[in-house]
Antibody, heavy 117, light 110 residues
């Protein structure tokens, strides 16, 4: 059974940092692109970033480029999102996703990040 | 990286068919046959309903169908049921090796 479990969310002050993790199981993690998608409270879905199977290539939405860094540890089947210089508008539930928009598409339950003083 | 445009809400009676549009540009919807549709119930993770414009993942009802013409994609739900009441989002691959979601549509079953 596929499982994606996000963790690391919480309350952080503007300008602060947070690292999210996503533990994957039930599929060959090292063979697939992975993604982060976020959703502000009461708002729509926003794609954040993606990473290739070996972790050598990433792309980001303009809204987070230069502040967020996505990485992965294939030995630990874990995905990461390092978030720096956080802003109030980064407040959202952050989902990790496997095979986004593909036939095996699967999302975790999300972790809430709140940026507030 | 503007969001794709969807109607804010669509409604229909049980058994009817409804369609949700998703309008993008020649850099996203119009450029690639990589449009997908997600269903999201309150406080739940999104569920993929359509991928690659018109393909259904295993387990998704054939009441859901997708199409695309130029810069606009559409999701049609036929034989509307109470359980179809949810938010729906389109998503497209876009130039620059990124993805973009739609603004979302709330479907109400009357």
């Amino acid at each position: 059974e596929v499982q994606l479990v996000e963790s690391g969310g919480g309350l952080v002050q503007p300008g602060g940092s947070l690292r999210l993790s996503c533990a994957a199981s039930g599929f060959t993690f090292s063979s697939y692109w992975m993604h982060w998608v976020r959703q502000a409270p009461g708002k729509g879905l926003v794609w954040v970033s993606r990473i290739n199977p070996d972790g050598s290539y990433t792309t980001y939405a303009d809204s987070v480029k230069g502040r967020f860094t996505m990485s992965r540890d294939n030995a630990k089947n874990t995905l990461y999102l390092q978030m720096n210089s956080l802003r109030a508008e980064d407040t959202a539930v952050y989902y990790c996703a496997w095979d986004l928009t593909g036939p095996r598409d699967y999302w975790g339950q999300g972790t809430l990040v709140t940026v507030s003083s | 990286q503007s969001a794709l445009t969807q109607p804010a809400s669509v409604s229909g009676s049980p058994g009817q068919s409804i369609a949700i549009s998703c309008t993008g540009t020649s850099s996203d919807v119009g450029a690639y046959d990589y449009v997908s549709w997600y269903q999201q119930h309150p406080d739940k993770a999104p569920k993929l309903m359509i991928y690659d414009v018109s393909k259904r993942p295993s387990g998704v009802s054939d009441r859901f169908s997708g199409s695309k013409s130029d810069n606009t994609a559409s999701l049609t739900i036929s034989g509307l049921q109470a359980e179809d009441e949810a938010d729906y989002y389109c998503c497209s691959y876009a130039s620059g090796y990124i993805y973009v979601f739609g603004t979302g549509t709330k479907v109400t079953v009357l």
